[in-house]
C-alpha cells in the first residue's frame, strides 16, 4: 500500500502578522497572506526549501477560534498539519478506531484546501490538520 503524507505546515497562533519578523529575518519566504473567514483568522504563510511552511494565525475576531487559544495558553504553536491523500477515507478510518474529530466531514480551509481537525486529546496534546488540495476547478 502506496499512501503519501507530507508535513505541510506548522500553525502558530500570534497576535500580529506584521510584528512577527522572526521568519523572514532568519531566511523564511514570505508567501503572503489570506483570511479565511470561517476561521475568523487572518493568516500569513512563510515557506521553507523543503514543502514544509509556517503559518502565523492571527485572530480577526474575538471569538475566533485562534483568539480563544491564546486566551487560555498564550501565543505559540497552535496546530501542526500534515498534506494527505484521500482525506474523506482516512476521516473514516480514524474516526472508526476511535478518534475524536473536529469537524467529521472535510471543510475547506486556506489555499484551496480540504481540512480535518483532530482533537489533542487523541494525538499526545496537539491540534492536527490533515488537508487535501483541491485541484482548482
Ligand atoms: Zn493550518
Known sequence: MSFKIELDHIGIATPSLEGNSFFKLLGLGDAGTEEVVT???KVGFFDTD???RIELL???SEDSPI???MDKRGPGIHHICFRVQGIEDIAKRLK???VQLINEEPRMGAHHCKVVFIHPKSTGGVLVELS???SHE
Open 67 to 69: 483568539a480563544k487559544f
Open 50 to 52: 523543503n514543502s514544509a
Open 39 to 41: 476561521e475568523k483568522v
Open 132 to 134: 487535501e488540495k483541491v
Open 96 to 98: 472508526e478506531a476511535g
Open 58 to 60: 492571527k485572530p480577526t
